[in-house]
């Protein structure tokens, strides 16, 4: 099978005067700057939800394995629709599917405040969660797809460090602006009526700026169009060895993300409504911020193939130490450094999948990773969850730090011939000075 890309002309590249790559050329692209400064307003919103909604649930049940339900119906729909989002994608406008997919996470958003201000049945939450999920599923391939674009393709790298920088600086300001309000008095219901009036600023983004579509021309149709992005992914090296090292890292090493607040309350004896866990979790949040926008500056002078691989034991040593901590005050030094390489190595592996992708393979192959990255989490989390309670959390976690040392040996792609990569010629990214 043969895959081929009807491409718009690529970005202009402004007359930046900048070093290619960094997160300072990307800014210098106005249509990426405005989508980005809306997504950023937007995610603020998304984050003081990500945070209060497993503590809400955790304070009301104590049950680390209903947390884990919790973030198992926000994040699964990632895992069995983001393929099918992906053909969906290059079926209609992606622009339009953005536009439809984020008004209808604002409306469910509603739905959510509404149904924990009456302390309505979990099951109820749990439903309105799955939609907000599914839609979020839906989105995401076309999003990926088309946010590179605005960029030229050598500042890429730069671009994708700022959206993971955004990703988890919003993580930060997220959880701060929760803990602002609910100290002003706003109810955990009233945190969900503000998240759902921030999926505004993204909408008027894409409003006001026209996104690129890229269209894949392939020689399958119907339901076989489905596997593109697999046989993409198995006929190229590189992609095939980082999605599966970014699934079984999701699965056995991110347990304690969806499940924070258990671990703060089991580990720390941290309450989970309490501001004190809200400060923890943005102090976990700044170290992944500063991670991520690490690798488009001043780590930008490092080859991706070497962050991974530091990232990886760095992230190990961290989560080794955090979990046999037993204080209220060392999580938050320990949490920080966990948070950077969390994010180190996620942006690194990100920005390495996509410039070994074409232009064309995105909304075929991005699907996969939403699957394995934010589609496992939540797999991750349910198993996790009721290994808390047969286990404990300091062995579980534990196990999570030793899987990511044998991951900075395997995901080693600097062991890996020129012939698992796309080509220079084609787009990839310029191999290390000893390959």
Known sequence: MTTAATTPPPAAEPAHGLKPGTARAALAYPKFRLVFIGLALSQIGT??????????????????????????????????????GGALADKVSKQKLMLWMQSISAVLTLGTAYFVAKDASLIWIFLVQAGIGSANALNAPAFQATMPLLVSRADLPGAISLNSAMINGTRVMGPVAAAILAAFGLSVSWIFVINAVTYLFFIAALVLVKMPDVKADTLVRGWRQLGVGITIARDRLVLNRLLIGMFSFSLISLIYVGLFPSVAELNFDIAAKSSTYRW????????????????????????????????????????????????????????????FFYFMTATAITTSLQLNMKDGERASVMPLWFMVFGGTVPIGNL???????????RTVLGIGALWAFFLAWWLDLRRQPPSAFLSEAEGGEAPLAAD
């Open 47 to 84: 984050w003081m939800q990500n945070v209060t909604l497993p503590a809400y649930v955790q304070d009301r049940t104590s049950s680390p394995t209903l947390v884990g339900v919790t973030i198992a119906v926000q994040l699964g729909p990632l895992l069995l629709l983001s393929i099918p």
């Open 280 to 339: 923890l979790y943005a102090t976990w949040g700044f170290g992944a911020f500063f991670g991520a926008i690490s690798v488009g500056t001043f780590l930008s002078r490092f080859h991706r193939r070497v962050l991974i691989v530091r990232g990886f034991t760095g992230y190990g040593l961290a989560l080794l130490i955090f979990s046999q901590l037993r204080d209220p005050v060392a999580p938050f030094f320990v949490g920080f450094v966990l948070g």
């Open 383 to 393: 198993i996790g969850g009721v290994l808390f309670e047969m286990i404990g959390s």
